[in-house]
């Protein structure tokens, strides 16, 4: 029988695993988040290997963004995303979880989480995101465009 590859037996590294959200709100605008000089989604780390990944995004958005957890309701799961990085010095291959997140609240609920790097947090309506692009991360383009081409023209 034939050895089976997968990227985790490839690679060979460490497994991290966090889980975000894609923020969409009444108005077709979604929530991007400025850190470390890119446009990025928020997102973090599950606290333990039983955390439930919507739960947790639920939290990093609300901790991320500011927004109030209680206006935030969770969709449906859309992609995940896999990179290698680094934790404490060791090399990890990162699995993020990402959700989609309906925003019922203004859009002035919003303070970034300062600690964290995140200095701005900014609704962008859905035809400008090309604009924000070239300081996006290629797997953040890949979760957006999935939500753009799967998703956002069918929200109720």
């Known amino acids: 029988m034939p050895e089976e590859f997968n990227l ?14 894609l923020i969409y709100n009444q108005d ?3 929530l991007l988040i400025f850190k470390r000089g890119r446009w990025d989604l928020p997102k973090g780390r599950l606290k333990t290997k039983r955390s439930a990944h919507s739960k947790t995004a639920l939290r990093e958005v609300n901790e991320e963004t500011g927004l109030d ?5 969770v969709k ?6 896999w990179h290698s990085t680094k934790q404490k010095r060791t090399q990890c291959l990162k699995k993020s979880h990402w959700y989609l997140m309906e925003y019922n609240g203004k859009g002035s609920d919003l303070k970034p989480q300062i600690n964290e790097g995140i200095i701005e947090c900014r609704w962008v309506h ?12 290629t797997r953040i383009q890949y979760v957006i465009d999935f939500w753009l081409d799967n998703l956002a023209y069918s929200q109720n």
């Open 8 to 21: 985790i037996k490839t690679m060979g590294l460490p497994i991290v695993e966090s889980a975000g959200g």
């Open 28 to 30: 077709f605008h979604i």
């Open 69 to 73: 957890i209680k206006k935030l309701t």
């Open 76 to 81: 449906g799961k859309l992609v995940s995303t």
């Open 126 to 137: 859905i035809s400008d995101i090309n604009k924000y692009r070239k300081l996006m991360l």
